[in-house]
């Protein structure tokens, strides 16, 4: 018998009383531009070439299969009263035991070959008895979020939608440092001192994002474990539970780049009790456990050594949500937040960003002063935004009305200077000595943080459904 590896088997076909030799060939599957799978089967009698064609699939084992499928069924119509045949359930064909042999080794080759593709994707999809799970996949990045990884968690989310087999979804990370430090900023300030095409399609698929987990159906569970930043606030916030652990690092430090805080911010921080919100924004403040917990950014808290038996357990009983979240939960403490809220709601009361300075200024006190060291070296055109979104009175009436705000000032921002600056301040030199323009409040005017909200162009605007392209 020949290797089950080898790509073409030859098989004695009587043609009356004399035989001649049919070659199957099917090559190993190949992938294709667009993702798609094909697998190339030929056939040839007496040496002579028949035909040839190309079986496409989904996958590299379905385009294996259906290639067998194909050639199996021209081998049982040349064969069928000279060779015993088998059954075989997955293919609903008679296949030559020997052809079956080649292919079942095969494809478990490229079974095995997918699941490496697939611990090498930036998104990792698993399922396991109900749960199904999405792990962000860039540790070394922080697992900062790309447009691929946003779009294939929306085309995983929508296909679970209807899996009336999948109870719950939960989203963690690969990697001990960080849940996400937010979205891929390098690509952002290429694409803004461009044309911003890029830049704008990355805030419109990951605001899609937001709105789905929001909007989800299924219980969905957010890992929120390390540092949990930007596009990490937002695929963890809208989610219905939220599980801060001993190593969890909450911040939305935008404003230190010259973007602002979205993914959701302007729905969400006002919510948060008193001022704290508008605190959160403009100090750029990290978070730990208990205070994510006191505030209500994050719903239970779990230590970090026990994340794989609490996972292990929502797999086994996905619809126990609840009951497992107390069970692994622990007290992480007295939130420190707690003895300074009173001074956040009396220095942070006003709607106007000179007003808080000045508060701060006149208090004197040593917590005050460090709130102006954390805001005085942020953007001032961001942190005005900022004020507005949060504290202006604006009052969305749901997240996506929020997020289609969010999108004109991602959008715009992101082509000015300060982002770039910004970014080459903090990220690339890392001399933390941005030079901004305007370069102070005074010289960011009303009519220019107004230009910064004002509708898009028709046909411009974010939505939450759909997919379209996002042009300048």
């Known amino acids: 018998m020949a290797s089950t590896d080898a790509l073409t ?14 070659e199957v060939t099917w090559g190993d599957p190949i992938e294709e531009a667009d993702g798609a799978w094909f697998c190339e089967v030929s056939f040839a009698e007496a040496g002579k070439p028949t035909w040839r064609r190309r079986v496409g699939g989904v996958d590299a084992v379905q385009a294996l299969y259906l290639g067998l499928q194909l050639a199996a069924s021209d081998l049982y119509s040349h064969t069928q009263h000279f060779c015993w045949f088998e059954r075989d359930d997955d293919l609903g064909l008679p296949v030559l035991p020997a052809v079956q042999e080649v292919v079942q080794a095969r494809a478990e080759r490229f079974r095995v070959t997918q699941r490496e593709r697939e611990l090498a994707r930036e998104v990792i999809r698993s399922f396991d008895n109900g749960l199904a799970r999405l792990t962000l996949n860039r540790p070394a990045a922080l697992n900062a979020l790309t447009t691929a990884m ?6 995983e989310l929508n296909v679970w939608r209807r899996d009336s087999a999948i109870k719950a979804i939960l989203i963690d990370h690969a990697g001990p440092r960080g849940f996400c430090a937010g979205g891929d900023i390098r690509m952002l300030a290429e694409s803004g001192a461009r044309d911003g095409v890029e830049a ?34 937002g695929i963890s916030l809208p989610a219905r539970y939220r599980i801060a652990t001993e190593r969890t690092r909450f911040a939305m430090p935008e404003t230190g780049i010259g973007l602002f805080p979205d993914v959701g911010a302007g729905w969400f921080l006002p919510k948060l009790p008193g001022r704290t919100g508008l605190w959160i924004a403009l100090t750029g403040a990290r978070l730990a456990a208990a205070d994510c917990l006191h505030l209500g950014l994050a719903t239970h808290a779990v230590e970090s050594a026990r994340l794989d038996g609490l996972k292990a357990a929502l797999a086994e009983a996905p619809d126990e949500i609840e009951r497992i979240l107390n069970e692994f939960s622990f007290d992480p403490g007295h939130p420190p937040i707690a003895y300074a809220e009173a001074d956040i709601d009396r220095l942070f009361a006003g709607d106007d960003l000179e007003a808080i300075f000045a508060a701060l200024t006149y208090d004197g006190s040593e917590w005050a002063a460090a709130q102006l060291a954390a805001m005085a070296p942020k953007s001032p055109l961001s942190a005005k935004v900022a004020v507005r979104l949060i504290a202006g009175g604006l009052t969305p009436k749901s997240l996506a009305d929020d997020l289609a705000v969010e999108y004109r000032l991602a959008s715009r921002l992101v082509m000015r200077p300060d982002f770039h600056e910004g970014v080459r301040a903090v990220i690339v030199d890392k001399d933390n000595a941005p030079v901004w323009s305007p370069a102070s409040l005074a010289e960011v005017s009303e009519a220019l943080v107004d230009e910064m909200f004002a509708p898009m162009p028709d046909g411009q605007e974010w939505a939450p459904e759909g997919e379209r392209d996002v042009r300048r």
């Open 200 to 233: 704008r399609r990355f805030f419109a698929t990951e605001y899609r994002l937001d709105a789905l987990i929001e909007a989800y159906p299924k219980p969905v569970i957010a890992i929120m474990d390390g540092v949990v930043m930007g596009g990490g606030v």
């Open 150 to 155: 946003c779009r294939d968690m929306i085309e």
């Open 9 to 22: 088997r030859t098989y004695s076909v009587l043609d009356g009383d004399e035989g001649h030799p049919l």
